[in-house]
């Protein structure tokens, strides 16, 4: 007992000595203030570590949480053009899309007489490009405006970094060999939207409708004259018909003669462009004026027998390029 109370009563002596001239101090500490010291110590510099490693790691956080701040801002902006360029691109389809209708009706198919080729391709243009494919892409892609305040992770759900970028990758691809064809087939649209409708302007003016109903009563080329004094050549189709019946436009055109020409009686002339020009002769009356446009069909003058003529009945001749040929060899 004795000994465990000179233990608990135990100190240490400390002197603090001057260093020139002085009383010596002498200091009495009890053993467990030292330890309570030393531990208090120890725990600071624990804490102080701690605090120091915990510091290092909040700016490290920190540093990371800018980089993908900005990480983020770039996908963003990446995507956005992605969008913006889908945009184009199904605008660019709907264009085709447009052309192919129009196309379609100009030649006189339904839908269901011709498949479209954007049809055909399943959601696919371009050598088999997946458009369905590369607007999934583009839509799975994390879209979120709160990216700039809360980052989070630079991935879309279920995809890492790698897989992000590689989808990002196929759709700018995808983008990229789009366009050209799109713009390639916009531009052959277009001009076989002209080049049909210039067809069909051809065709609506070529003089192939019969311009009246009748019979036959007179070919072109040499015949024996009506008239007496031996054979003639007969530059026109006689077709006999009632006096009054109406007479139409052989094909669209543009008036360019209406009156009386010698032997003729009451002509008119029209021309139908690409060469081609019809007159309508020996009419009892006409009902369109000079310098007008009349189209395939249209009634223009109706049949009599004026000029030099032995009956009711409509002389038709057609010129190809100021050379007279035979209308049978026009009218189908």
């Known amino acids: 007992m004795k000994r465990n109370r000179s233990k608990h009563k135990a100190h240490w002596t400390v002197l603090i000595i001057p260093t020139y001239y002085g009383r010596v101090t002498n200091l009495k500490v009890p053993g467990w ?3 309570m010291a030393a531990g208090v110590t120890i725990a600071i510099l624990a804490a102080s570590m701690y605090l120091l490693v915990y510091n290092l790691q909040l700016r490290f956080e920190a540093k990371h949480y800018e980089e993908l701040k900005v990480t983020n801002r770039r996908q963003q902006q990446e995507i956005m053009r992605l969008k913006q360029e889908e945009e184009i691109i199904r605008d ?4 085709v899309e447009k052309l192919e209708r129009q196309v379609r009706e100009l030649v006189g198919l339904t ?3 011709g498949a479209s080729s954007l049809d055909e391709g399943a959601g696919s ?3 088999g490009i997946p458009l369905d494919g590369i607007s999934e892409g583009v839509d799975s892609l994390p879209q979120s405006s709160s990216w700039n305040e809360n980052p989070g992770p630079t991935k879309a759900p279920g995809l890492d970094g790698d897989e ?4 990002a990758q196929r759709i700018a691809t995808g983008f990229d060999e789009l366009n050209p064809l799109l713009e390639q087939q916009v ?3 277009e001009k076989l939207k002209t080049d049909v409708i210039s067809r069909q302007q051809y065709l609506a003016a070529l003089p192939t409708r019969w311009p009246v109903k009748g019979y036959i009563t007179s070919r072109f080329g040499y015949r024996q004259s009506p008239f007496g004094g031996g054979k003639e050549f007969h530059d026109g189709l006689d077709i006999a018909a009632n006096i009054g019946a109406p007479i139409v436009a052989a094909g ?5 003669f209406a009156g009386w020409i010698t032997g003729y009686g009451r002509t008119v002339i029209i021309d139908h462009g690409y060469g081609h020009r019809t007159q309508y002769s020996h009419t009892s009356s006409i009902l369109v004026k000079q310098s007008q446009t009349v189209k395939s069909g249209e009634v223009i003058a109706r049949v009599g027998s004026t000029g030099r003529s032995t009956g009711p009945h409509l002389h038709f001749m057609v010129s190809v390029n100021g050379k007279l040929v035979d209308p049978l060899g026009v009218l189908p």
């Open 125 to 127: 243009m371009g050598g």
């Open 33 to 35: 203030l030292l330890k």
């Open 111 to 113: 839908p269901s007489e």
């Open 187 to 189: 531009a052959s649209l």
């Open 164 to 167: 992000w970028l590689e989808i």
């Open 252 to 256: 669209n055109g543009k008036v360019i």
């Open 92 to 95: 660019k389809m709907q264009a």
